[in-house]
C-alpha cells in the first residue's frame, strides 16, 4: 500500500494550492480518505475527509468554506484543493486511507475514524 503525496510547495497569503495523493496497492474505492496537517510545535489536525463514494465530506472550522477534498477513484487519486491561503496553514500535509466496507459515513464519524494508512507528506508554506 502506498499514499504519494505532491502539489504542495511556497505560496503568497490568499493564494492556492492543489494537493494530490496518488494511491496504490489496494482499491480507492474501499477506503475513507483523509488529509490531516501538522506544523512544527502544534497537534496533527484533521482537516478533511471523504467518504468512499464522496458523498460525505468533513471539514475542520479551520478551512470550511476555504478548502475542498474530492476524490478520483478511476484514477486513485484524492484531492486537497485549498483557496485563500493563510499562513496558519503552513504545515506537512498527509493524506491517509481507511480501508471500509461502507459507501459512506456521517462527517463526524469521518474525522473521529483511525486512519490505517498513511503517505509521507508534502509541505505547504504560506508567507
Not at 21 to 34: E, I
Not at 95 to 117: K, V
Amino acid at each position: 500500500v502506498q499514499l504519494v503525496e505532491s502539489g504542495g510547495g511556497l505560496v503568497q497569503a490568499g493564494g492556492s494550492l492543489r494537493l494530490s495523493c496518488a494511491t496504490s496497492g489496494f482499491k480507492q474505492n474501499t477506503a475513507f480518505m483523509r488529509w490531516v496537517r501538522q506544523a512544527p510545535g502544534k497537534e496533527r489536525e484533521g482537516v478533511a475527509a471523504i467518504a468512499t463514494n464522496g458523498g460525505s465530506t468533513y471539514y475542520s472550522d479551520s478551512v470550511k468554506g476555504r478548502f475542498t477534498i474530492s476524490r478520483d477513484n478511476a484514477n486513485n487519486t484524492v484531492y486537497l484543493q485549498m483557496n485563500t491561503l493563510k499562513p496558519e496553514d503552513t504545515a506537512s500535509y498527509y493524506c491517509a486511507a481507511r480501508w471500509t466496507a461502507y459507501l459512506s459515513a456521517s462527517p463526524g464519524t469521518l474525522d473521529r475514524l483511525e486512519y490505517n494508512f498513511w503517505g509521507q507528506g508534502t509541505q505547504v508554506t504560506v508567507s
